[in-house]
């Protein structure tokens, strides 16, 4: 089902090298399907990055969400399915028979009151706070506070899909965006699937 009155994520802008300086924070970027969490009392949709509701699909994540401490919410994350040393799989969300997480990474609105032109360190402390340290299926997204260089060395060393940084102070903003700068892993699996695989060739289901 389509959302109607979804909100359209905040994306970032693709570079070959991160950006560097003391003004930005750096998380790891996450091989999954990017997805807001939407909370009204005790209605729970899981939202694409199209628009779709996936709550049906993904029924514990929903209980999760429907579990957290607030009348309402929205979180901006991504859905992965982790192996068991804890690295996100995307072959495994495409098979829908293993478990998967939601690493949640932003906060626009919670209990009524919209976060999304607040600091992007504010909406994150308040994220933090709002979710419990001990659920399994939503995960708080830490961010490295370093150059960013090193930190996407060591991601990469860690054999990850790359970092997204975002710059101090910016506003949430839906749609293309040069506050938050996406930098991928050219070794990574996510990299290898997008040079390799035929976009345009039917998928079996």
């Known amino acids: 089902m389509r959302v109607r009155d979804a909100i359209a994520p905040c994306l970032p802008t693709a570079s070959a090298t991160p950006p560097t300086g003391p003004g930005w924070l750096h998380e790891i970027k996450f091989d999954g399907y990017r997805m807001m969490a939407r909370k009204e009392t005790s209605t729970v949709l899981l939202i694409t990055k199209n628009g779709y ?24 994350g991504e859905l992965v399915s982790c192996d068991e040393q804890g690295v996100p799989v995307f072959e495994r969300l495409r098979s829908r028979r293993h478990p998967v997480q939601l690493y949640a990474f932003d ?4 209990d009524g009151v919209d976060c999304r032109s607040d600091p992007v360190e504010a909406r994150k402390r308040r994220l933090r706070r709002l979710l419990p340290r001990d659920d399994a299926h939503i995960l ?16 990469c060393a860690m054999g990850l899909e790359g970092i997204v940084s975002k ?8 749609g293309r965006t040069r506050n938050w ?4 892993n050219p070794a990574g699996a996510a990299a290898i699937r997008e040079a390799t695989e035929d976009w345009n060739k039917p998928r079996q289901r």
Not at 63 to 74: D, F, K, P, Q
Not at 167 to 174: C, D, E, N, V
Not at 181 to 184: A, E, Q
Request: hydrophobic content about 35%.
């Open 140 to 155: 708080y997204s830490d961010h490295i506070e370093a150059d960013g260089e090193l930190v996407f060395e060591q991601i």
């Open 53 to 76: 509701d996936w709550a049906d699909r993904y029924p514990a994540l929903a209980e999760a969400v429907r579990r957290l401490r607030c009348t309402s919410c929205i979180i901006d």
């Open 107 to 110: 906060l626009l609105e919670l």
């Open 167 to 174: 710059r101090k102070g910016s506003p949430y903003r839906s």
């Open 181 to 184: 700068i996406k930098t991928k």
